[in-house]
């Protein structure tokens, strides 16, 4: 165990002697009412994104309904009417109130306490009341009107400042889940009328696939056909069961995810919308990755988190600070001596200014920092996760999007060989059978683009939801500026 050391003609002091703990509160003391560290720390972004988006114009993201690039009133009615009625949404607006409420419940403590003090007190000594100016001395009765003021001037601040950030992260939160819900809208929009017209293409294809069933059964009966042939048509046949059932199931998924993000009930959706009227034509934005990390809400959540337990560390520290207790007593006591009565009148004030130097406030200050600390991973971690989702959809969009431009210009060629097909059925050259082979083709062709088409849309929504697209598109509380939650309008309800 190493051992203290000293001088001659010098004694050793003790680690923590009185005169430095003294001195260590007395510092804390300069540092409290304001934040220790005061900002969010920088982080290192890259200038651009992999997938090159600097050809498009910069947009500002939470203020884009970007769904309305899509082209269909049906779909932006129903976005809207998620954004005001989906039940995830009405949860973080009640979030928000219950941060507000928390803060409101914080700023009360600049306000005095009263308290009421009435009695009955009878004998022949003198009785000494609590918080009572006077004795009662042979009274009927005796009435005192105390308020009192009680606060440390120095940490409530500080918890306001701190409940405030909380207010704003949980604002930033509610604008988060706007994000997502918007973007899960048009997803499952797009699956649900993808689903209906796929539907009708393997309902056509059913019906051609059993008269080739049929056809290829009576030759094999004949024996102009083998049983193997017969045995890969009737598989095909299986397949197709096997993929209308499973459309069918994606179909009542997806109409019952949309029902539920609107705010409805579970039960039937009649939809006016075609999926060949949905576009995908637009370009990526061309924001580079600073701004996005701007514009995200959730970005917004946690730099308000930090600031909330910077705050915290200030509110810890200050709990040395001197507390100010100013008290006022006016008393009006009746009394009854000897059968003749009388009143007297009474008040008192005091100020009393208080430091406890508490230990414990070392061990809160610690956890303070320690929650700091988390609060400033968790930081970095959602920039990084925020930077890595919006590189991710950039690449998926503009792969899909060009895959859906490559397959339906492969479908247009097949298309021109229709009329050709046609002729040579009715002038006998091809047989029914290999007309209706011909025709799967096109069939499974059309709903290969069909999927392909709803997988660009879904990597679209999440492109803009990466992006923090439409967060406070037709909000009339809260908007992203800088990383930061702006209030504004009143927030009236």
Not at 59 to 87: A, C, F, H, M, Y
Not at 153 to 182: C, H, M, W
């Amino acid at each position: 165990m190493d051992r203290l050391t000293t001088k001659p003609g010098h004694q050793a002091s003790p680690t923590h002697s009185p005169v430095i703990v003294i001195a260590i509160f007395i510092a804390s003391l300069s540092l409290t009412s304001c934040m220790f560290h005061g900002s969010t720390p920088d982080i290192g972004v890259p200038e651009k994104f992999t997938a090159n988006n600097q050809t498009s114009p910069k947009i500002d993201l939470t203020q884009n309904p970007w769904w309305e690039n899509l082209g269909s009133k049906e779909l932006n009615g129903l976005v809207q009417e998620g954004l005001d009625r989906n039940k995830q949404l009405s949860m973080a607006v009640k979030n928000v109130e219950l941060a507000q409420a928390s803060l409101e419940t914080i700023q009360l403590g600049w306000l005095p306490s009263i308290n009421l003090l009435a009695g009955r007190a009878s004998g022949n000594t003198t009785t000494f009341v609590s918080n009572l100016p006077i004795p009662v001395t042979s009274s009927t009765g005796f009435l005192a009107f105390i308020p009192n003021f009680l606060v440390n001037i120095f940490q409530l601040p500080n918890q306001i400042k701190g409940a405030s950030k909380k207010v704003e992260a949980s604002a930033a939160d509610y604008l988060a889940v706007r994000t997502s819900i918007s973007a899960q809208i048009v997803s499952a929009y797009a699956v649900l009328l993808a689903s209906h017209e796929e539907e009708r293409g393997l309902n056509e294809l059913k019906v051609d696939l059993q008269s080739r069933v049929s056809t290829s059964r009576a030759m094999a009966s004949k024996g102009l056909s083998s049983q193997v042939s017969f045995n890969d048509i009737d598989s095909e046949m299986q397949k197709l069961e096997s993929q209308i059932a499973q459309n069918r199931a994606n179909q009542v998924s997806a109409k019952n995810a949309v029902l539920i993000l609107v705010g409805r009930s579970i039960g039937p959706l009649e939809l006016q919308g075609k999926f060949s009227d949905l576009k995908v034509e637009q370009a990526t934005p061309g924001n580079t990755p600073a701004s996005v990390i701007n514009s995200r809400p959730d970005v917004a959540a946690a730099r308000a988190k930090i600031d909330a337990a910077d705050y915290g560390i200030s509110a810890s520290a200050s709990m040395i600070s001197p507390e100010i207790n100013l008290t006022y007593v006016g008393t009006n006591i009746n009394t009854s001596t000897n059968g003749s009565g009388g009143s007297a009148n009474a008040n008192m004030r005091s100020a009393v200014g208080l430091i406890a130097l508490n230990p414990q406030v070392i061990g809160s200050v610690n956890t303070s920092n320690k929650q700091y600390d988390a609060a400033l991973i968790q930081y970095v971690d959602v920039v990084d996760n925020a930077l890595r989702e919006v590189d991710n959809a950039l690449v998926s969009f503009e792969t899909n999007n060009q895959k859906l431009k490559f397959e339906e210009q492969s479908l247009q060629n097949t298309d021109k060989n229709t009329k050709t097909y046609d002729a040579m059925l009715q002038q006998g050259l091809i047989s029914k059978t290999q007309y209706l082979e011909f025709k799967a083709k096109l069939y499974l062709a059309n709903i290969a683009i069909l999927q392909t088409k709803t997988q660009t849309i879904i990597s679209y929504s999440k492109l803009y939801q990466s992006m923090g697209g439409g967060s406070s598109f037709n909000e009339k509380k809260f908007n992203i500026d800088k990383q930061m939650v702006k209030t504004t309008k009143s927030n009236e309800d």
